[in-house]
Protein backbone atom coordinates (compact mmCIF):
# COMPACT_ATOMS: atom_id res chain seq x y z
CA UNK A 1 0.00 0.00 0.00
CA UNK A 2 1.20 3.78 -0.56
CA UNK A 3 0.35 6.39 2.08
CA UNK A 4 -1.37 9.24 0.54
CA UNK A 5 -1.59 12.43 2.79
CA UNK A 6 -3.70 15.31 2.09
CA UNK A 7 -2.60 18.61 4.03
CA UNK A 8 -2.56 22.16 4.10
CA UNK A 9 0.33 24.43 4.89
CA UNK A 10 0.00 26.31 8.49
CA UNK A 11 -2.67 23.77 9.61
CA UNK A 12 -1.24 22.41 12.97
CA UNK A 13 -3.76 19.43 12.87
CA UNK A 14 -1.97 18.40 9.67
CA UNK A 15 1.78 19.11 11.14
CA UNK A 16 0.90 16.73 13.66
CA UNK A 17 0.50 14.02 11.14
CA UNK A 18 3.55 14.83 9.01
CA UNK A 19 5.65 14.47 11.89
CA UNK A 20 3.86 11.46 13.47
CA UNK A 21 5.33 9.60 9.90
CA UNK A 22 8.49 11.32 10.23
CA UNK A 23 8.93 9.78 13.06
CA UNK A 24 7.54 6.74 11.92
CA UNK A 25 10.06 6.62 8.76
CA UNK A 26 6.81 6.36 6.55
CA UNK A 27 7.57 7.56 3.21
CA UNK A 28 4.17 8.83 1.54
CA UNK A 29 2.62 10.70 -1.48
CA UNK A 30 2.23 14.56 -0.35
CA UNK A 31 -0.70 16.25 -1.62
CA UNK A 32 -0.46 19.93 -0.46
CA UNK A 33 -4.14 21.95 -0.98
CA UNK A 34 -4.26 25.47 -1.09
CA UNK A 35 -6.63 27.22 1.19
CA UNK A 36 -6.82 30.42 -1.11
CA UNK A 37 -7.68 28.35 -3.82
CA UNK A 38 -10.47 26.75 -1.88
CA UNK A 39 -8.94 23.48 -3.10
CA UNK A 40 -10.05 21.43 0.12
CA UNK A 41 -13.76 22.31 -1.22
CA UNK A 42 -13.46 20.71 -4.47
CA UNK A 43 -15.32 17.88 -5.40
CA UNK A 44 -12.40 15.46 -5.46
CA UNK A 45 -11.38 16.04 -2.08
CA UNK A 46 -15.14 16.41 -0.49
CA UNK A 47 -14.79 12.69 -1.90
CA UNK A 48 -12.08 11.89 0.44
CA UNK A 49 -13.72 14.39 3.53
CA UNK A 50 -17.01 15.26 3.10
CA UNK A 51 -16.14 18.07 5.80
CA UNK A 52 -13.33 19.75 3.40
CA UNK A 53 -10.62 19.45 6.20
CA UNK A 54 -7.18 18.87 6.53
CA UNK A 55 -5.53 16.36 6.96
CA UNK A 56 -6.84 13.08 5.64
CA UNK A 57 -4.83 10.53 4.95
CA UNK A 58 -5.36 7.20 2.16
CA UNK A 59 -3.77 4.13 2.95
CA UNK A 60 -4.68 2.32 -0.10
CA UNK A 61 -9.24 1.13 0.69
CA UNK A 62 -8.20 3.04 3.93
CA UNK A 63 -9.35 6.44 4.68
CA UNK A 64 -8.49 8.25 7.51
CA UNK A 65 -9.50 12.02 8.59
CA UNK A 66 -8.86 13.99 11.88
CA UNK A 67 -5.41 14.52 13.18
CA UNK A 68 -5.48 12.14 15.86
CA UNK A 69 -7.85 9.25 14.53
CA UNK A 70 -4.46 9.32 11.88
CA UNK A 71 -2.03 8.70 14.03
CA UNK A 72 -4.21 6.07 15.94
CA UNK A 73 -4.37 4.51 12.77
CA UNK A 74 -0.63 4.94 11.75
CA UNK A 75 0.43 3.22 15.13
CA UNK A 76 -1.60 0.10 14.59
CA UNK A 77 -0.94 -0.43 10.78
CA UNK A 78 2.64 0.36 11.36
CA UNK A 79 3.39 -0.33 14.67
CA UNK A 80 7.14 0.05 14.82
CA UNK A 81 8.17 3.06 16.61
CA UNK A 82 5.02 3.21 18.66
CA UNK A 83 3.10 6.43 19.09
CA UNK A 84 1.05 5.91 21.90
CA UNK A 85 3.36 3.66 24.27
CA UNK A 86 4.89 0.31 24.47
CA UNK A 87 2.40 -0.72 27.64
CA UNK A 88 -0.76 -0.37 28.58
CA UNK A 89 -0.15 2.07 31.49
CA UNK A 90 1.98 4.14 28.61
CA UNK A 91 -0.58 4.03 26.43
CA UNK A 92 -3.02 5.43 28.65
CA UNK A 93 -0.91 8.21 29.43
CA UNK A 94 -0.54 8.79 26.21
CA UNK A 95 -4.01 9.33 25.94
CA UNK A 96 -4.44 11.37 28.56
CA UNK A 97 -1.92 14.00 27.60
CA UNK A 98 -3.43 14.26 24.02
CA UNK A 99 -6.89 14.48 25.01
CA UNK A 100 -5.61 17.14 28.10
CA UNK A 101 -4.33 19.28 25.44
CA UNK A 102 -7.75 19.40 23.19
CA UNK A 103 -9.60 20.26 26.61
CA UNK A 104 -7.01 22.29 27.95
CA UNK A 105 -3.98 23.45 26.10
CA UNK A 106 -5.58 24.08 22.62
CA UNK A 107 -8.36 26.37 23.81
CA UNK A 108 -5.81 28.06 26.52
CA UNK A 109 -2.95 28.50 23.64
CA UNK A 110 -6.12 29.93 21.53
CA UNK A 111 -7.12 32.87 23.36
CA UNK A 112 -3.69 34.61 23.26
CA UNK A 113 -2.63 33.10 19.94
CA UNK A 114 -5.76 33.72 17.67
CA UNK A 115 -6.15 37.35 18.08
CA UNK A 116 -2.55 38.45 17.27
CA UNK A 117 -2.52 35.33 14.05
CA UNK A 118 -6.02 37.13 13.23
CA UNK A 119 -5.60 40.59 13.23
CA UNK A 120 -8.10 40.93 16.17
CA UNK A 121 -5.74 41.59 18.75
CA UNK A 122 -7.05 45.70 19.65
CA UNK A 123 -10.51 44.31 19.80
CA UNK A 124 -9.69 41.24 22.13
CA UNK A 125 -6.46 43.11 23.78
CA UNK A 126 -8.76 42.30 26.92
CA UNK A 127 -9.33 38.72 26.30
CA UNK A 128 -5.63 38.19 25.64
CA UNK A 129 -4.24 39.50 28.98
CA UNK A 130 -7.33 37.38 30.91
CA UNK A 131 -5.70 34.45 29.04
CA UNK A 132 -2.18 34.88 29.94
CA UNK A 133 -2.30 33.32 33.49
CA UNK A 134 -3.95 30.24 32.24
CA UNK A 135 -1.04 30.25 29.37
CA UNK A 136 1.68 30.02 32.21
CA UNK A 137 -0.12 27.68 34.21
CA UNK A 138 -0.20 25.49 31.12
CA UNK A 139 3.57 26.04 29.99
CA UNK A 140 4.74 24.98 33.82
CA UNK A 141 2.84 22.24 33.34
CA UNK A 142 4.14 21.44 30.08
CA UNK A 143 7.81 22.17 31.37
CA UNK A 144 7.40 19.44 34.26
CA UNK A 145 5.88 17.31 31.81
CA UNK A 146 9.26 17.45 29.36
CA UNK A 147 11.76 17.85 32.08
CA UNK A 148 13.17 14.06 31.47
CA UNK A 149 13.16 14.52 27.99
CA UNK A 150 9.52 13.33 26.49
CA UNK A 151 6.02 13.47 27.89
CA UNK A 152 5.89 9.70 28.07
CA UNK A 153 8.90 6.59 28.37
CA UNK A 154 11.72 7.67 26.33
CA UNK A 155 10.59 8.00 22.68
CA UNK A 156 8.26 10.91 20.69
CA UNK A 157 5.25 9.95 21.60
CA UNK A 158 1.54 11.20 19.94
CA UNK A 159 1.27 13.51 23.20
CA UNK A 160 4.98 15.25 22.18
CA UNK A 161 3.99 15.88 18.94
CA UNK A 162 0.07 17.49 19.40
CA UNK A 163 1.42 19.59 22.31
CA UNK A 164 4.71 20.53 20.27
CA UNK A 165 2.53 21.82 17.08
CA UNK A 166 0.02 23.28 19.65
CA UNK A 167 3.46 25.42 21.20
CA UNK A 168 4.25 26.34 17.19
CA UNK A 169 0.81 28.48 17.44
CA UNK A 170 2.26 30.39 20.48
CA UNK A 171 5.37 30.75 18.93
CA UNK A 172 4.22 32.19 16.01
CA UNK A 173 1.80 34.74 17.69
CA UNK A 174 4.30 35.29 20.11
CA UNK A 175 6.56 36.74 17.52
CA UNK A 176 4.24 38.72 15.25
CA UNK A 177 4.84 42.56 15.85
CA UNK A 178 1.54 43.39 17.30
CA UNK A 179 2.47 41.32 20.33
CA UNK A 180 4.79 43.71 21.35
CA UNK A 181 2.07 45.69 22.58
CA UNK A 182 1.48 43.22 25.19
CA UNK A 183 3.84 41.89 28.23
CA UNK A 184 3.28 37.96 27.03
CA UNK A 185 5.65 36.85 29.64
CA UNK A 186 5.89 33.70 26.64
CA UNK A 187 9.18 34.70 24.61
CA UNK A 188 12.23 33.33 24.62
CA UNK A 189 10.84 30.36 26.36
CA UNK A 190 13.88 29.05 26.75
CA UNK A 191 14.19 32.49 29.72
CA UNK A 192 11.54 30.34 31.71
CA UNK A 193 10.90 27.48 30.23
CA UNK A 194 14.16 25.96 29.58
CA UNK A 195 12.83 22.17 29.73
CA UNK A 196 10.33 23.10 26.93
CA UNK A 197 13.41 24.32 24.60
CA UNK A 198 15.34 21.20 25.05
CA UNK A 199 11.96 19.34 24.64
CA UNK A 200 11.72 20.87 21.47
CA UNK A 201 15.22 20.46 20.38
CA UNK A 202 14.84 16.72 20.74
CA UNK A 203 11.54 17.07 18.61
CA UNK A 204 13.71 19.36 16.01
CA UNK A 205 16.12 16.42 15.80
CA UNK A 206 13.87 13.95 14.12
CA UNK A 207 14.97 12.74 10.34
CA UNK A 208 12.92 14.34 8.24
CA UNK A 209 11.59 17.69 10.49
CA UNK A 210 12.44 20.33 8.27
CA UNK A 211 10.58 19.03 5.35
CA UNK A 212 7.75 19.08 7.88
CA UNK A 213 7.59 22.57 8.59
CA UNK A 214 4.67 24.67 6.82
CA UNK A 215 6.62 25.80 3.67
CA UNK A 216 4.79 29.46 3.78
CA UNK A 217 6.54 29.96 6.91
CA UNK A 218 10.57 31.30 6.45
CA UNK A 219 12.76 30.83 9.49
CA UNK A 220 13.03 34.60 10.34
CA UNK A 221 9.02 35.22 10.55
CA UNK A 222 8.66 32.00 11.93
CA UNK A 223 11.31 31.37 14.50
CA UNK A 224 12.50 27.83 15.79
CA UNK A 225 11.07 27.30 20.09
CA UNK A 226 14.28 25.51 20.85
CA UNK A 227 16.95 27.40 18.80
CA UNK A 228 15.87 31.06 19.09
CA UNK A 229 16.64 32.57 22.74
Same mark, same amino acid.
Given at each position: ?????????? =??????????????????? =????????? /????????????????????????????????????????? /?????????????????????? /??????? *????????????????? =???????????????????????????????????????????????????????????????? =????????? #?????????????????? #?? /????????? *??
Amino acid at each position: MSIELYWGSG =STPAWRVQLALAVKGLPYT =SHLLSFSAR /ETRTPEFLAINPRGKVPALRDGDVVVNESIAILAYLDRAYP /EHPLFGATPAEAAKVWRMVMEF /ESHGNPT *ISAVARPLLFGTWEADS =SKVREGLPALHTELDLLAERVATGTMVGDTVSAADIVWFCGLQQLVRAATRPAAAGFDLGVWPL =SARWPAIAA #WARRIEAIEGYDATRPPH #WA /EGEHPSPAR *IG
